[in-house]
């Protein structure tokens, strides 16, 4: 029989790695951003990830919760994540600050369809929180820009305040090889950009479906407010792509709960295709 | 008229201004009954009554808020309704209440004694005193009063205490005082050996709270303690310690509420003898209050009112 | 099967004595009316007639166990500082579960493919399933609840099994499955089984007759898709049930978990423990938002994974060994082959197209 305690150590996607946090930003009142280093000289250069693909989170003592790479991998020097204040998990993740440890199981699930979005007009419409995933594939576009074509983002949030990322926005409106348009659902005082529900700013810029991809994600009212503006817009099924998030445990298909039929959100997504999701029993 | 006859007229009769009537119908074998809900005339030809109909209908009742529904009961779920009652968990309006004189329940763990395997039983005639049961092509013939459940042969109500609908005649009640005997028995063991007892009996709970679901009283539900880690009072291990937490709050939880209806202990597929304990808190609860649970649905359970000063318990003269 | 061996009843525990010298043996005890697998000693009176309450799901799966610990530790130089160590410290042992029916048996037969030929290896899992083995009682009676011929096994079944043992003239017929029991069949206490081979043979036949027509579950695959939209169907046959979690954790193929860490102070672990489908709390968001907020919900999953999701995933195999124990010790007497049933029965109006 082989040693199990090393067995243990090296073959073990339950045990997760340890890192630092080097920096927290505070991004709303209830969205807070940690970029973490893994421990070991080579480690960050080593690891390796695609857009959209997540990481589990360990506060020992507490638990375990699930969220995006947000960072993309084109840049590597830090893995960045933003966790909104709901649960167990997130409330005492909000209590840690620079310096603290941290354990990561990372990567974890599929990822956006980098690959088969070349070539194509990109369309983003990203709510609220449901911005973190998309930041990653975003920047990992702009950092291969070429490859993409016309590539259009809307991200709305609910006010001012409630707009994550809030530092990159001046550059992203004023690349010129991105086309930015920010929303709020009601007017504010100092607030120069569109006022209104995402899925109606998103009717009126009319983007062309003809060879686009568009990529949502946000709360569920919004995505299907949104999914309907995008039929709307003449978006086929397999030219929207979302991603879904579900309570999990293991994160490696094992625990059970985050099944819908037999596809399991945590290592079948959480990237999915409006075509595959419609194939799926609803049990969103 | 026989009972059952006359009940189902009168389900039949009230089910159309209803959402249900839950009564009880044959299991899947001829040993088990099972809870059955009625929506349609021809549903209530499944209904059973008798000594397999065991489980307590009431314990469904808070599932349906605002659903009418009407209950078949024996007289431990009248108590049970009448409790939920009492502590405005149920509207009276709400619930339809079809009673009958309730002449005891089997306790399957008995058969099983008796028999070895409830399993094997592939017949079975339910007759005046006797269960005639057919166990692998042998017949056996138990006694009803060997095999009927404790809480039936210290029962002093066997009618249902409220309803709406009575089918047959109130019969007597099998019993006229309860000695807490039980409780007593285990009181006159030493601490240790009390504590032994719980140790070697908890330790083969595997935690999946039928005790708790099978409970009419148990009305956190789906925020219960067992599982919360906000607040956590309870780790997952598979600890003694963790298992014996959870009944202790489960009975101070139910002190003076329980209604004996023994579901909780009926439930347990591992057999923990977990009344007791319910017990043991209803005894303190009469000695000191005198207030017995499911019984008047215009009192208040002592645990969940205040007085400044209790009758029993004299903290002046301490 | 190797050369065929018997024992008998009154060489058995001498047998088991020899054995846990070997290694750490687990059979069936029982504890008031319930039967439970423990560890042996000289001595145990182990209960062999019927099935186990409990299946041996803990020998590999155990109710709760740590997946690592974690220690945290302050800098002493600037204690506003702490590092955390974290290590596995699971020490398995060589067992051999003695006495369960071939179904508790086969209960890992189920879980092999999701844990070690899944998307990752539970390292946890693969090291206890390869250092237990399992001598297995086959059974010459049913009880009303099984149902094992209908799901690809049998009173028979050797799937998972190490060792199987047929009940034969006041002892055991013994027959190796594996190389792994074969090696048991050497003690001096085992005679050669000559025609009683033949005779156990025959008692399993028989017990597989006795059971009648196998019901054919395999259009529950298709089937419980096609209703999945027909909430009504479901809340009607989950009516009854009391959404505990007696069903799950008595289950030999039942393989969910959750995780959680238990603290004391600076320490503490990390610990999967059986979680159940039929609870609120396992699919419960953060955000409040649940996909199986209700029983009937929750019952369509447990079903339909079992006879559905997993055929479909795994070559057909349905993740249910036909052992009852759902039914038997249901405390309302859910039949979860009723449901099945029903299922495959049922006439929906909205049929394929629904809900989408």
């Known amino acids: ?17 340890l890192g630092t946090i ?15 280093v893994l421990d070991g000289d080579s480690r960050m250069q080593d690891f390796s990830f695609e857009p959209g693909q997540v990481g589990q989170l360990s506060v020992f003592g507490t638990g375990e919760a699930t969220f995006v790479i947000n960072s993309p991998p084109t840049r590597k020097e830090y893995l960045q994540f933003s966790v909104m204040r709901a649960g167990e998990v997130t409330t005492k993740l909000h209590s840690l600050t620079k310096g603290d440890r941290i354990g990561v199981r990372a990567p974890l699930g599929n990822y956006f369809p980098y690959e088969s979005m070349k070539g194509k007009d990109i369309l983003i419409v990203g709510g609220g929180i449901g911005m973190a995933p998309l930041r990653t594939l975003l920047l990992f576009m702009l950092d291969n820009r070429d490859d993409y074509g016309r590539i259009q983002l809307l991200y709305g949030a609910r006010s001012p305040q409630d707009m994550a990322f809030s530092y990159e926005l001046p550059d992203w409106l004023e690349r010129k090889d991105l086309e930015t348009v920010l929303t709020i659902d009601n007017e504010a005082e100092g607030w120069e950009h569109r006022v209104g529900l995402i899925p109606n700013v998103l009717l009126e810029m009319a983007p062309t479906p003809q060879n686009a991809i568009a990529v949502t994600c946000g709360p569920p009212i919004m995505i299907k407010f949104t999914l309907q503006a995008l039929k709307k817009l003449g978006f086929e099924d397999n030219q929207i792509i979302t991603t879904l998030e579900k309570r999990m445990k293991c994160g490696i298909g094992l625990c059970g709960r985050c099944n819908i039929g037999t596809s399991y959100v945590c290592v079948d997504g959480p990237v999915f295709s409006y075509e595959q999701l419609r194939a799926l029993p609803n049990e969103l | 008229m026989t009972v059952i006859t006359e009940l189902k007229e009168q389900i039949k009769t009230a089910l159309p201004d209803l959402d249900m009537v839950i009564g009880w119908e044959r299991g899947f074998d001829p040993l088990h009954a099972t809870p059955l809900f009625m929506r349609k005339a021809q549903d209530v030809e499944r209904l059973e009554l008798g000594p397999l109909a065991v489980h307590n209908t009431a314990t469904y009742l808070t599932g349906f808020k605002g659903k009418k529904v009407g209950l078949v009961v024996k007289g431990c779920d009248s108590r049970a ?22 002449q005891g329940v089997v306790d399957m763990v008995k058969v099983q004694k008796h028999l070895g395997n409830t399993g094997l039983v592939r017949e079975v005639q339910i007759q005046d005193s006797s269960l005639k049961v057919k166990v692998n092509g042998e017949e056996r013939d138990l006694a009803l009063k060997d095999v009927l459940a404790d809480k ?88 003694v310690r963790e298992k014996w937490m959870f009944q202790v709050i489960h009975a101070m939880h139910l002190a003076g509420r329980c209604v004996e209806c023994g579901e909780c202990q009926r439930a347990c597929p591992m057999d923990i003898p977990i009344m007791a304990l319910k017990r043991k808190l209803n005894r303190e609860a009469r000695e000191l209050f005198n207030y017995e649970a ?19 318990i004299n903290e002046r003269g301490w | 099967m190797a050369e065929a061996k018997y024992i008998s009843q009154d060489k058995l525990g001498k047998w088991l004595d020899e054995l846990s010298q070997q290694m750490q043996v687990l059979a069936p005890v029982q504890e008031g009316e319930a039967v439970v697998f423990r560890p042996y000693q000289t001595g145990t009176e182990i209960r062999l007639e019927g099935q186990p309450t409990l299946p041996p799901k803990e020998a590999v799966f155990p109710a709760s166990e740590e997946l690592f610990a974690y220690t945290y530790r302050k800098n002493p130089e600037d204690p506003a500082q702490t590092d955390v160590e974290i290590g596995p410290r699971a020490q398995p042992q060589k067992t051999l579960v003695f006495g369960a029916r071939p179904c508790g048996s086969r209960g890992f037969v189920i879980f092999d493919p999701v844990y070690t030929q899944g998307y990752y290896m539970d390292p946890y899992y693969r090291v206890r399933r390869e250092s237990t083995i399992f001598a297995s009682v086959a059974c010459v009676s049913h009880e009303n609840s099984c149902f094992c011929h209908s799901v690809g096994s049998g009173p028979g079944d050797t799937a998972g099994s190490d060792i199987l043992l047929t009940p034969v003239d006041n002892g055991y017929v013994a027959e190796a499955v594996t190389d792994k029991g074969g090696e048991m069949l050497g003690s001096s206490l085992l005679e050669a089984a000559g025609d009683k081979a033949g005779k156990a043979r025959e008692l399993r036949d028989k017990a597989l007759k006795d059971m009648g027509e196998p019901r054919d579950f395999t259009p529950a695959r ?17 009516a009854k049930c009391i959404s505990c979690g007696a069903c799950t954790y008595l289950c030999p193929t039942c393989y969910c978990f959750n995780i959680t860490d238990e603290s004391a102070g600076m320490q503490g672990s990390r610990i999967r423990s059986w979680d159940n489908c039929m609870s609120f709390q396992f699919t419960l968001e953060a955000s409040g938002h649940n996909p ?46 009723e449901i099945v049933i029903r299922a495959m029965e049922h006439q929906t109006e909205t049929g394929e197209e629904a809900g989408k």
Request: glycine share 4%.
């Open chain 3, 292 to 337: 199986r907020p209700t029983k009937a919900h929750r019952l369509r999953n447990r079903v339909g994974h079992k006879f559905s999701y997993y055929p479909e995933l795994h070559q057909g195999m349905i993740a249910c060994c036909g052992c009852g124990r759902c039914i038997k010790h249901c405390p309302v007497s859910v039949d979860i082959r």
């Open chain 1, 22 to 36: 080097v920096e927290t930003i505070q991004e709303t009142h209830n969205i807070m951003t940690f970029r973490v």
């Open chain 2, 294 to 312: 499911g019984v008047d649905p215009n009192e208040t359970a002592p645990l969940l009112s205040f007085k400044v000063e209790e009758e029993n």
């Open chain 3, 222 to 238: 298709e089937k419980l898709l096609a209703i999945f939209d027909d909430l009504d169907f479901w809340e009607d046959v989950s």
């Open chain 2, 81 to 102: 309704v009448i409790q939920l009652l009492q502590e405005g968990l149920i509207d009276r309006e709400n619930v339809v209440i079809f009673g009958f004189p309730c």
């Open chain 1, 1 to 17: 029989m082989m040693d199990i305690q090393q067995y243990l150590t090296e073959n073990n996607p339950y045990l997760p790695e």
């Open chain 2, 152 to 239: 039936c042969a210290r029962c002093r109500y066997p009618n249902a205490m409220l309803y709406d609908h009575f089918a047959g005649q109130p019969i007597e009640p099998h019993a006229s005082e309860d000695k807490y005997q039980d409780v007593e028995e285990l009181e006159s063991l030493s601490l240790e050996e009390r504590f032994q007892h719980w140790e070697r009996e908890m330790h083969r709970c595997i935690r999946c709270y039928a005790c708790r679901n099978a409970c009419p009283m148990c009305v956190c539900r789906d925020h219960c303690v067992a599982q919360s880690r906000q607040p956590q009072w309870l780790t997952q291990e598979d600890s």
